[in-house]
């Protein structure tokens, strides 16, 4: 079993309970929020100590937070000893059946101890939370390109441009955001090309790349007030 294989039944488990639920969002494998409420939640084939230790970091962000594992079929006296250890710690635990013909997750313990959150690290947990408008990362997933909000932003940067031409930041920066300054001068991803000093274009890259979103792309484009927008910057360029 992957870790990615987890993924899913953990995610009908939470919903279950009423969370809306997101995966890898600054480093945590599984996000529940239900409004101000946190869960997280990490995955890993093995219960060992770095999974251990990435429980007691994300204590940092939230009292709940839940270890999970595939089940064990058959428990013996270091299997026990594991989830003593867990207990002690104040982690919770979740344990993912398998068969050929359902997967389901199961909450074995809940977390205990009401340690110390540090709100500045929570704050941006949530942040990245809000930021999203699609969930399209799987929980797990470490060895592929991550989705986040920083990402959707640049989608958003690279749709107005290619409809839009050469545009002026300032210009660009009132439907993207504080963002867009940091995204095009740095220019991560390589989609954009600076025309002049203060504007910028979409470039043969960020073309190609721009394909692979479609999900984000009908949902930005079916918006009334980027259509809108859109227009106006064709007019501004023209000028």
Known sequence: MKETDLFPPVKI???????NVYAEARNCDVVGRKKEELVIVELKKNLNLT???????????THQV???????????????????LIK??????????????R?????????STENRINVRERQKLIAELDNRSVNLNIGGSHRVPIYTAYKETSIVVANLLKKAGPTKLKNIRRFAGEKTDNILSKNVYGWFKRV??????????????????????????NREDFRVFCDYLKHENTK
């Open 88 to 101: 002690r710690l104040g982690l919770g635990l979740i344990t993912v059946y398998t068969s050929p013909v």
């Open 51 to 61: 999974l251990l230790a990435q429980g007691m970091q994300r204590q940092k962000l």
């Open 13 to 19: 488990l939470l919903e279950s309970l009423g969370f």
């Open 66 to 84: 839940f270890l999970c594992v595939p089940e064990q079929r058959k428990k013996n006296s270091s299997t026990r000893s594991k989830e003593e």
């Open 196 to 221: 002049k000093r203060g504007e910028y274009e979409i470039g043969e890259m960020g073309l190609k790349e721009l394909k692979k979103f479609k999900e984000i792309n009908t949902l930005l484009c």
């Open 103 to 111: 997967s389901a997750a199961k909450i074995m313990f809940e977390p």
